[in-house]
């Protein structure tokens, strides 16, 4: 469900909504919040703030160019035609505008005598389209700023029985601007009364020491906070340069052929690389803005800024100057989170100046010199687990948050660093590993086939369909085994890609038990970088950026697919999403599910002895385990709470629903509490490292406590240790 409108002007976040359902928290505040960038962590690019500067012959060579490698490329091309134009031109107005909020009827009878054009437009190189839909866009934002100020000049009146619908796709576009108009006032009274309401609320608590205010006065206040709110959320908008809307158009046409076929400028690309590397050039520091403050979140340690010890958390960043403190410097308040870091980043050993505010309100100048900062938090690492009822029976525990490699150097490797830490497993004598791949995205296909062998012989792992080419086997051919021991694999629902062929190679070997949520994201598509300057002739106009293309579909070793259908757990347990619809299916536009041959396959390592009497010892654990039964009910009301995406405006009927919402949050506040039975450990090898910094020790701590109270991670320890009981019964190992 989106609230706001698409990526034009910010988008609703609701995984954040559903899990803050206790604060029905401004929905327009997501998209100021939900803008904060990797920061510091970027290496550094020769272009104007990271981004080659604009001109039509670059646009449409850059257009003519993605539909060129898109025809050429593509795993399932799609014709260049009036269904294309149609389709873009609707997936197009979904992202501008999803909310429905900034364009009217008559807005869209201006650009939908375009609606069959867009296929011509391409093919030209040309943008009649687009700039028609930037010009009432910008219209739509000077019209939308001052209505929304004009509403929230005066009281507003909360006893007309009226309702706010969230949903932009349960809307119609608004038939005049009387009636967009009107949805914006709906707005308004959302945003303060749900304000009002809340701080009416607190007044009522025992512990409340401030003054009680009446309702006047916390209305007036409230409207001048949501009217702060939305002023910094639109000048945030209104500095969106060409290049980025440009690229809302260009993904709409990316996106029609695949959801995660899409075009990267140069600085997103190299964004990318580092999310999947780990490792950049900078300074090593996060920033998060808030539309006016550039504010330093966190100071990585190890990185330079961590060594030269004056930058820490809370400090906001006031001007930026290159090289030393004669340099000049530059007022950075109130920019654009990326032109922030496109200031402050650059190649190792250069220097910049920062100019902060102290947290004290003292300020202080900060020269560091750049270097490689590695992001530890990214990686693979390790646990001990045991449970009071079985002390002897150390489990190891893998954490891998996603499939990370460095394509460019190799250096960094997720498979080398899995075995690392199976290694190291083995030193601590553990009788089983788990393998944590919940929340894990995805990433390098390589890693994933190299690590899939740790826990077999050889074999195949995965099966790989090019367009138009033979089925290609990927194998482990590395007889060695690292773990020869049980394995269970954890998944949910935003286990994607390589983590859904990892699970899928472990349970079609019969190698592991996976255990998780209902079901995996459902990813069974394989992408590639293509750097578009190699498709354009004309050097004037590059650099063009890149573009991740489809070029592949991965099939498991039995033939079936993982695209739309996932994978299903050996063992379910209960989950805040499995009642709820998400995954590759809730896109537009997937790939569909298919089938193909299987190929042989057998492994002699392990075989799990009785699948089906673990599922039966978890489901009575579960089925008596309070917890997990208010998980599922939890489930139940997300999944009734999505459904339901309209709020009452008259005051009455607002505090009994938000009194009604209250009341079924609060049965799952603080729902995941430590469990006592639950033992965790570092490793032995790992505490030097734990232990050089405090930053280290306080991000242990806090990670431990956080496994402590992870409920299906215990349940998953207890059928490890269902699993070694009956292979003791059993003669096994």
């Keep these: 469900m989106q609230i706001l409108p698409g990526r034009f002007f910010g988008s609703f976040d609701p995984d954040k909504f559903f899990q803050d359902m206790k604060r029905k928290t401004s929905l327009a505040l997501f998209s100021i919040v939900g803008l904060v960038g990797i920061a510091l962590l970027v290496k550094y690019n020769p272009f104007n703030n990271g981004e080659p500067q604009s001109s039509p012959e670059r646009d449409a060579a850059l257009i003519r160019t993605i539909s060129q490698v898109l025809s050429r490329g593509h795993f399932q091309p799609k014709e260049i035609d009036d ?37 011509d437009q391409t093919r030209a190189g040309t943008f009649q389209f687009f700039d028609v839909s930037v010009q009432r866009l910008d219209a739509a934002l000077v019209k939308t700023q001052n209505w929304y100020r004009e509403i929230l000049a005066n009281p507003l009146d909360f006893s007309k029985n009226d309702e706010l619908q969230a949903d932009g796709e349960k809307l119609k576009w608004a038939k005049d601007d009387a009636e967009l108009r009107s949805r914006w006032e709906r707005w308004m009274k959302y945003e303060v009364l749900s304000r009002v309401v809340e701080e009416q609320d607190k007044q009522e608590k025992p512990e409340f020491k401030g003054e009680k205010k009446d309702f006047a006065t916390l209305e007036k206040e409230q409207r001048a906070k949501v009217l702060d709110v939305y002023d910094k959320w639109f000048k945030r908008l209104q500095k969106l340069d060409h290049n980025r809307r440009l690229e809302i158009y260009l993904n709409s046409i990316t996106n029609y052929f695949d959801p995660h ?20 050039e900078g300074i090593g520091a996060r920033l998060q803005s808030d539309g006016e403050k550039t504010t330093v979140s966190e100071v990585v340690p190890g990185g330079p800024a961590w060594k030269q010890g004056v930058l ?94 460095d394509f460019e150097s190799g250096r960094t490797s997720c498979a080398q660093d899995v075995a690392a830490e199976v290694e190291k497993l083995k030193k601590e004598n553990v009788k089983g590993i788990i393998l944590d791949l919940r929340n894990n995205g995805g990433g390098s296909l390589r890693d994933v086939v190299s690590m899939s062998g740790l826990f077999i012989e050889e074999g195949p792992i995965v099966q790989v369909k090019s367009r138009g080419r033979a089925t290609e086997i990927m194998r482990d051919n590395d007889t060695r085994v690292q773990w020869t021991g049980p394995f269970v694999v954890m998944v949910n629902g935003f286990s994607a890609s390589a983590s859904e062929i990892l699970a899928a190679a472990m349970q079609d070997y019969g190698r592991a038990v996976i255990v ?69 299916s809730e896109n537009d536009y997937p790939l569909a599910s298919t089938t193909i041959e299987p190929v042989q396959f057998n492994q002699n390592v392990y075989r799990i002895a009785d699948v089906n009497q673990l599922k039966a010892n978890s489901q009575a654990r579960v089925k008596n385990d309070e917890t997990f039964q208010k998980v599922n009910e939890n489930a139940a009301r997300l999944k009734k709470r999505k459904d339901d995406s309209e709020f009452p405006l008259q005051l009455d009927k607002y505090r009994q629903w938000n009194k009604k919402q209250d009341e079924e949050a609060t049965r799952y506040e603080n729902l995941f509490k430590p469990i006592e039975s639950f033992k965790i450990d570092n490793l032995t090898a790992d505490l030097p490292n734990i232990q050089s910094d405090t930053s280290r020790v306080a991000r242990n701590e806090s990670w431990i406590k956080e496994r402590q109270k992870d409920i299906q991670l215990y349940e998953t320890l207890r059928i490890m240790l269902d699993m070694i009981r009956i292979d003791g019964m059993a003669g096994k190992h």
């Design 83 to 119: 269904t294309f134009s149609k389709n873009v031109y609707n997936l197009y107005l979904k992202e501008v505008d999803g909310g429905k909020r900034f364009l009217s009827q008559t807005d869209i009878g201006l650009m939908k005598p375009y609606e069959l054009q867009l296929d």
């Design 261 to 280: 076929t899409g075009y990267y400028s140069p600085r997103e690309k190299e964004n990318f690389d580092i999310q999947m590397s780990g490792k950049l």
């Design 312 to 405: 820490q958390a809370k400090d906001i960043v006031l001007k930026v100057a290159q090289g030393d403190t004669d340099a000049e410097s530059i007022d950075i308040m109130g920019w654009e989170i990326d032109d922030v870091v496109a200031k402050i980043r650059g190649p190792k050993d250069t220097k910049v100046t920062l100019t902060v505010q102290k947290p004290d309100g003292t300020e202080k100048i900060i020269t560091i010199v750049r270097d490689v900062v590695i992001m530890e938090e990214g990686f693979a690492k390790s646990l001990i687990l045991n449970e009071n009822s079985a002390p002897a029976e150390r489990i190891g525990y893998i954490y891998l948050p996603k499939f990370y490699a």
């Design 516 to 584: 998780g949520a209902a079901t995996t994201y459902g990813k069974g598509t394989v992408q590639r970088f293509f750097d578009l300057d190699n498709a354009a002739a004309d050097n004037s106009v590059k650099p063009l950026g890149e573009m991740k293309m489809t070029i592949q579909k991965f099939y498991r070793i039995t033939g079936k697919t993982t695209q739309l259908d996932g994978v299903t757990p050996d063992i379910v347990l209960p989950d805040f999403y499995n009642l709820l619809e998400n995954g590759e």
